[in-house]
């Protein structure tokens, strides 16, 4: 090898190590003030989590009343109108309690985006809306929060000869009425039992004005019966006049 091609070799490392000694120098000299940057970017970043952190448990109550006022379903809307804060912090708390309680985002009618998290509450009014099932399934899709979420259909004026039950389920309703109202009152799947119709059935009609007079002409006895929301019971209206 000639000594031009060692000389251009030489040159060429040269240009290399120029730039990679001033870094070193750069960084040898400013060491402290970088590792100062990094050790305030971290406490920065703790003491934003904390006041996250904090200012979340002070949302929890009124998370936890909307839920139960509303079944289950919230918007970010919601959030931020009960507690007067933006809807991006409300939209982020949401989603930090949508992984937390495994809860689902579903679309409402008007296009929206409604969170759903179910609740004991809302269960127990699914099992009281729907017919008995020999098993609960494992998973439940969009789908079926979808439905839940739809307003309920319109009564129709007569009801299906298919929601007539058997000669025989009629018997066993046929009890005096104080051995049914052990409590005062009666559950929804109870009452569809003793009017001789399906649970869903009582569902539907619940909040009809006309259910008492409906419930009148079902009753074995001729007893109207009325719907408490706040108890999610029913009650002979002949014992609440006397």
């Known amino acids: 090898m000639s000594e031009n091609k060692i000389e251009d070799y030489g040159r060429g490392y040269l240009v290399l190590l120029l730039p990679i000694s001033f870094l070193i120098i750069f960084l040898v000299a400013t060491w402290r003030l970088w590792l100062a940057l990094i050790f305030v970017g971290l406490a920065f970043n703790i003491w934003q989590r904390y006041q996250w952190q904090r200012w979340c448990l002070q949302v929890n109550p009124l998370f936890n009343q909307l839920i139960r006022e509303n079944q289950g379903k919230i918007t970010p809307m919601d959030l931020a109108i009960k507690g007067n804060f933006s809807g991006e912090a409300a939209k982020r708390y949401l989603d930090g309690k949508l992984a937390e309680f495994a809860g689902s985002i579903v679309n409402s009618e008007d296009g929206g985006k409604v969170y759903y998290f179910i609740t004991a509450s809302t269960l127990g009014s699914i099992f009281d809306s729907s017919e008995p099932v020999k098993e609960l399934p494992h998973q439940r899709s969009n789908k079926m929060m979808e439905n839940l979420l739809a307003p309920p259909t319109q009564v129709q004026q007569e009801e299906p000869k298919t929601e007539t039950l058997s000669h025989t389920h009629q018997e066993e309703v046929k009890k005096p009425l104080e051995q049914q109202l052990v409590f005062g009152s ?55 006049n006397g």
């Open 186 to 240: 009666l559950i929804q799947s109870e009452l569809a039992k003793r009017l001789n119709v399906y649970s869903s059935t009582v569902y539907k009609r619940r909040d009809d004005p006309e259910f008492p007079e409906w419930s009148r002409s079902k009753d074995p006895d001729g007893i109207a019966w009325r719907y408490s929301p706040k108890t999610k019971e029913f009650f002979p209206i002949e014992e609440e």
